[in-house]
Each structure stands twice: as structure tokens, then as C-alpha cells.
């Protein structure tokens, strides 16, 4: 069974990937890279390793999925257990060579432990205390991608950052099913308050000084503190919500805000990296995001009627 289309997005949660191509911008702009037409593979090069780990995530899981999200490809009986390992080792090579393509062997020495570590996590780790850890440590390792190695110092303040939003969301995606804690809906909320701050704050700071450019780094400093601001109106509310009563649909809500929350936050970073056109990239990728949601909607409501 080869599954549709439709059925393989589904697998690899299409309009998630959105979520990991400013990583690399991120990265990038905190590196002094300029954004050309061949580092453009490296945003790619992360949605092929992102999507392989979302293939792998339902191979790994299908048992589990089988009780509790029947729905999902693999239960459902519309991709088989063979079709989805294959489609996840697939993007999984296809994100190393574009990472090696769009950045060389500075780019590679940090894709090959990148993907290392999407395929640790969902295979060993995922049900461990470690788990989000090591996906925090996905996370920050693909910021470091669009550094590349020789850039790293430059760039690991967006990949903590990058990092720790990442662990939260982790963490608190653990109560999808049977609630999470408000301790830590609560750590995790003050986390994020944090490092919207922090982001926020250092983009403002590069608006400062005079002379050539002065408009320019105005303009990148207004932008970086509007995606700061829009990083916490998306992620805060739900994880306050989470906080003060922590039932699954609360901790369900939080992890759907949370990972929406991954584009503003990764244009903040962009900006205080002084990137004004990564973030107007990231904008475009908010509009095509919401405009797949949307479309998704409009097919689950024609299949009902």
C-alpha cells in the first residue's frame, strides 16, 4: 500500500514543516551569512530532515498510535509500516545532501549529528526523561546548520533559544493525552516570557547608532520586536491556560500554539541577527502556513458533509 498524496503529508504533518525553515535563517543571519539563492537549500535541507523525523515518528510509534491515534496513517491503513520507514530514511538523505549542497562541508559537519539525533530521539529517547532534551537538541543543531561550523559562537544564542522554546513544547506535548502538571506549564510559561524578552530586547538594541544603514537597522529592530511580541501572544495564552488547569485538551492546545509559535520566534532571532530580509521571508511562510490551515479546515468540513 503506497498511500495518496494527501495520505503522505499527513504523515510527515506538511504544514509543521513550515515550522523549521527559519532555523537555519536564524542561524544564518546570526553568522553574518547573506541570504542567496544557494543557502536557500539549507531551509530545505531542515523541512527534508523535519518531515523524515515526522515519517519515522509514526514507524516508531504505530503501535501506540494503533490505541490512541487510530486516525493516523499507519493505524488507519493508509500507508503501510514499510512505505513510511522508506519515505523517512528517503527525506532523511535527501536533508543531509541538500545541507551539503547549500553549505558545503561546514554545513554537512553539522547535518550529519543533526540527523543523528532526529533519528535517536524517535527511535530511543522520545519515551525517556531525556526526550526533549534531545530535541531541544534537534532544534538548536539545526539553527547551527545556517551558522555552519566556524560560525557556531555567533550563532548559539538563537540556537538556545531556539532550544529551550523547543523543550517546552516537548515537555508539555507529554500531556496530549492524559494532562500535563501546572509546575511545569508553569515553568514552561515563564520560560517563554523570558525568552521573548530577551529576543525582543537585543533586536531593539541593533536599531541604536548612526550613519550608513541607520534606516535599515531601525527597520530590522521595529520588525524583530513586532515577532518577539507575536511569539508571545501565540505561545503564552495556551500555556497559561495549560498552567491553571492542566487537562489534555489544555496541554493539546498549548503544544498546537507552541510550534505556531516557532516562526515569530525564529523572525525575532533573525532580526536581532540583523536580517531584515529572513524576516520578511518567515512572514511570507506565516501567510502560506495559515493559508494551508485553512485549506486543511475546508477539507475536513467537505468530508463531513
Known amino acids: 500500500m503506497t498511500g495518496s498524496l494527501h495520505d503522505h503529508l499527513d504523515l510527515v504533518r506538511a504544514p509543521a514543516v513550515l515550522s523549521v525553515v527559519g532555523d537555519t535563517l536564524a542561524g544564518a543571519a546570526a553568522a553574518g551569512h547573506p541570504l542567496t539563492p544557494r543557502r536557500a537549500l539549507l531551509p530545505l535541507a531542515s523541512a527534508c530532515l523535519y518531515a523524515g523525523g515526522m515519517a519515522l515518528n509514526d514507524y516508531a510509534d504505530r503501535?501506540?498510535?494503533?490505541?490512541e491515534r487510530p486516525e493516523r496513517p499507519i493505524p488507519s491503513?493508509?500507508?503501510?509500516?514499510?512505505?513510511?520507514?522508506?519515505?523517512?530514511?528517503?527525506?532523511?538523505?535527501?536533508?543531509?545532501?541538500?545541507?551539503?549542497?547549500?553549505?558545503?562541508?561546514?554545513?554537512?559537519?553539522?547535518?550529519?549529528?543533526?540527523?543523528?539525533?532526529?533519528?535517536t530521539y524517535d527511535t530511543v529517547a522520545k519515551e525517556h526523561a531525556v526526550g526533549p532534551v534531545v530535541m531541544a537538541a534537534c532544534r538548536g543543531l539545526d539553527v547551527l546548520l545556517g551558522a555552519g561550523v566556524g560560525h557556531l559562537r555567533a550563532a548559539l544564542p538563537?540556537?538556545?533559544?531556539?532550544?529551550?522554546?523547543?523543550?517546552?513544547?516537548?515537555?508539555?506535548?507529554?500531556?496530549?493525552?492524559?494532562?500535563?502538571?501546572?509546575?511545569?506549564?508553569?515553568?514552561?510559561?515563564?520560560?517563554t516570557a523570558?525568552?521573548?524578552?530577551?529576543v525582543g530586547v537585543g533586536a531593539l538594541r541593533r536599531g541604536r547608532g548612526t550613519g550608513p544603514g541607520r534606516a535599515t537597522r531601525a527597520a530590522t529592530a521595529v520588525a524583530g520586536a513586532v515577532a518577539a511580541g507575536a511569539y508571545l501572544a501565540t505561545a503564552l495564552p495556551?500555556?497559561?491556560?495549560?498552567?491553571?488547569?492542566?487537562?489534555a485538551s489544555n496541554a493539546f492546545a498549548a503544544t498546537k500554539a507552541g510550534i505556531r509559535a516557532m516562526l515569530p520566534l525564529q523572525a525575532a532571532w533573525a532580526a536581532r541577527g540583523g536580517s531584515l530580509a529572513s524576516v520578511g521571508v518567515l512572514a511570507g511562510v506565516e501567510v502560506a502556513g495559515r493559508l494551508l490551515r485553512r485549506a486543511g479546515r475546508g477539507r475536513a468540513e467537505m468530508s463531513e458533509t
Open 194 to 198: 523570558v525568552g521573548g524578552a530577551v
Open 77 to 119: 491503513g493508509r500507508i503501510s509500516e514499510g512505505r513510511a520507514l522508506r519515505v523517512a530514511v528517503g527525506l532523511t538523505a535527501a536533508g543531509v545532501g541538500l545541507a551539503a549542497a547549500g553549505g558545503g562541508p561546514r554545513a554537512l559537519a553539522v547535518a550529519v549529528p543533526l540527523a543523528a539525533s532526529v533519528w
Open 158 to 191: 538563537a540556537a538556545a533559544g531556539m532550544a529551550v522554546h523547543t523543550a517546552g513544547v516537548t515537555f508539555v506535548s507529554r500531556g496530549e493525552v492524559h494532562g500535563t502538571t501546572s509546575s511545569l506549564a508553569t515553568g514552561v510559561a515563564a520560560a
Open 238 to 247: 495556551r500555556q497559561v491556560d495549560a498552567a491553571i488547569t492542566p487537562s
Open 63 to 67: 503501535e501506540l498510535d494503533a490505541v
